[in-house]
């Protein structure tokens, strides 16, 4: 057992020293009564604590500029910040992409057109998608499932600098023809016929939802 | 512009915000490092002390992703510290609530499939069972009004020392030199004194809003 504010201090010095801290192991060197004086004591402090100074070493080393490298690597993407949070918040929500797809869609009710749902899907993780095109039935279902609002998701889905002038394949097949583009491993569904009415449908219904062709116009 | 280190955080995000209008995108995500660096450790520790080791790097690229998008934009940010804490706590907490309910899910598996849906990693980690139940209610915006409200009810000289000992980083010998030199009078035992009666008034605090273990208290 060990008094509340040497492990307060104690923390504070290895904050100091190390730019972070892990609390716990603290907390549990606590009583257990005082975890709860020290887990507000610790928040409330790091909440408060000063703007780390200028350290190019450690900045080279940081999260920051791990995140500096990934904006680089988004920069006038169609999808913005798409190819790297949506995978992040599918990770949070520990779900393959199979998984999404199936519950994304039932939630935008395209039953029967679950290849078209995975396509679009993983045009737009993979940033082919233009992200003022994702209507917002898609991005209020995907915040669902995901946990995030659509405001979130729009506002994630923003280009970032100018356009790139090379389009990425999947971006250049999606917006270079009529027929809805799919990755070579997902087959039409064998069952439907080529000019299967409901198939057409469901063709149309994915396309203006994901790429908002024809949207405004029925 | 120069060394962005010594601009402040608001300075350095309006510079943040030209580059972003001119159109120089690389210097202004360098801009952008820089400010998500200054607060890159308190947010760690932070999300430390809520999550399991291996989910705290994709927090904190959440984090920033969710703060460039807003930096970039015309969203009026008052204080960069506060908007980022304030997106920390949301995005840490939506963390937890995904652990906990993968601890769940995983507890429910027959034992054979525990393990199987790894193919997001699925390293649960492992808190203590006692601050687990403290930190799933107590956020960091909660602790700091509670602080704040104990805080409030000490004489002048004991909330200095709090100040200064207490949130602030000065050791009790320190806190001793300041106060004296300010006129005041204190020893080191003093300090210890009133650092120890505010935690017990803090406790007090905390067990009436609801945030204690309630486990041998």
């Not at chain 2, 193919?119 to 700091?144: C, H, I, M």
Request: charged fraction near 30%; hydrophobic fraction near 40%; glycine fraction near 8%.
């Amino acid at each position: 057992m060990t008094d509340v504010s040497i492990l307060f201090d104690e923390f504070k010095h290895e904050f100091n020293r190390d730019g972070y801290a892990d609390p716990r192991p603290f907390l549990s060197r606590a009583p257990v009564d005082d975890r709860a004086t020290l887990e507000a004591l610790i928040a409330a402090y790091l909440e408060a604590a000063p703007a780390a100074s200028s350290d190019e070493a450690a900045y080279a080393d940081s999260a920051a500029r791990r995140l500096v490298s990934v904006l680089d690597e988004v920069v006038g993407e169609s999808g913005g910040l798409w190819p790297q949070a949506l995978p992040l918040l599918r990770r949070r929500a520990r779900m393959r992409r199979h998984e999404l797809v199936s519950r994304l869609t039932a939630e935008l009710d395209l039953a029967g057109g679950e290849d078209l749902v995975r396509a679009a899907f993983h045009e737009m993780e993979s940033g082919g998608l233009y992200s003022q095109d994702v209507q917002p039935p898609v991005l209020e279902a995907l915040g669902r499932i995901l946990g995030e609002s659509a405001d979130t998701l729009r506002s994630l889905g923003r280009r970032l600098g100018p356009p790139r002038a090379q389009l990425g394949t999947a971006t250049a097949f999606a917006r270079g023809g009529d027929s809805v583009w799919r990755p070579p491993s997902t087959p039409r569904a064998a069952e439907s016929a080529p000019n299967d009415p409901k198939r057409i449908e469901l063709e149309r219904r994915v396309d203006q939802l994901f790429r908002g062709r024809g949207a405004g116009q029925e | 512009m120069g060394d962005l280190s010594r601009l402040s955080d608001g300075a350095l995000l309006a510079h943040l915000r030209k580059l972003v209008a001119d159109g120089r995108d690389s210097e202004a995500r360098d801009a952008f490092g820089r400010l998500f660096f200054r607060y890159e450790g308190a947010l760690r520790s932070r999300a430390l002390g809520k999550l399991p080791a291996d989910d705290v790097d994709d927090v904190l690229q959440l984090i920033g992703l969710k703060f460039w998008a807003k930096a970039c934009s015309t969203r009026e940010i008052g204080s960069v510290k506060a908007y980022l804490h304030g997106i920390a706590r949301n995005v840490i907490a939506d963390q937890a609530d995904a652990v906990n309910k993968r601890r769940k899910h995983n507890a429910l598996l027959p034992s054979e499939h525990v393990g199987v849906n790894d193919s997001v990693g699925d390293d649960s980690g492992e808190l203590d069972p006692g601050y687990e139940q403290v930190e799933s209610r107590l956020t960091a915006s909660g602790a700091g009004l509670i602080i704040r409200h104990v805080r409030a009810k000490l004489n002048p000289l004991h909330a200095r020392v709090i100040d200064l000992c207490e949130l602030g980083d000065c050791t009790p010998d320190a806190t001793v030199d300041l106060i004296r030199a300010e006129g005041g009078e204190i020893t080191r035992d003093n300090v210890y004194q009133i650092r120890s009666r505010f935690h017990v008034e803090l406790k007090k605090a905390l067990h009436s809003a609801g945030f204690d273990c309630g486990v041998g208290s």
